[in-house]
């Protein structure tokens, strides 16, 4: 009974182990893959730097920043273009998947708050600036050009 037992157990060691051989290069790739993607978003954020050296007198417009050169989840210039996340006829702007999905299912990643009024502002229609002083692109975000003048740090 037990040589039954000992040659059932390698019969199915030598099977096991044949059919995942033929596996093997396919799962390496596929964990190569999963290896690669951010554990976490801070994570994520902790290992991106400044794309550019941001100049507001270089970068701002009439309407403020580029909202589509803005990650509206961590609230950063990136220096170059986002995806585009449009959302209930709007369009926010996201710099990884991670920042596409919390766009789309996170109503506090929309909306900021104005540090003059004080008001709720939604990022997809507000004045960006970048926030003085910040040294990694941080961006503030106001209801208006007028707010943006008035604001002291």
Do not use: W
């Not at 396919?26 to 978003?41: C, F, K, Y």
């Not at 989840?73 to 996340?85: I, L, R």
């Not at 104005?114 to 997809?124: I, L, N, Q």
Request: aromatic letters at 10%; glycine letters at 6%.
């Amino acid at each position: 009974m037990r040589k039954n037992f000992f040659y059932m157990a390698a019969l199915a060691a030598v099977m096991l182990t044949s059919c995942t051989s033929e596996q093997k290069s396919g799962t390496q790739a596929q964990a190569a893959v999963v290896s690669e993607a951010p554990v976490n978003h801070q994570a994520h954020m902790a290992s991106m730097q400044p794309q550019q050296p941001a100049s507001p007198a270089d970068l701002m417009t009439a309407d403020g920043l580029p909202k589509d050169l803005v990650c509206m989840v961590n609230n950063a210039f990136m220096g170059n273009e986002q995806f585009p996340v449009p959302f209930e006829d709007k369009m926010y702007y996201g710099c990884c998947e991670m920042c596409v999905n919390t766009i789309k299912t996170q109503r506090e990643v929309r909306y900021a708050t104005d540090p003059v009024t004080g008001e709720e502002v939604d990022k997809s229609t507000a004045f960006i600036a970048l926030k003085p002083g910040g040294t990694r692109g941080e961006v503030l975000y106001f209801a208006s050009e007028d707010t943006y003048k008035k604001y002291k740090p």
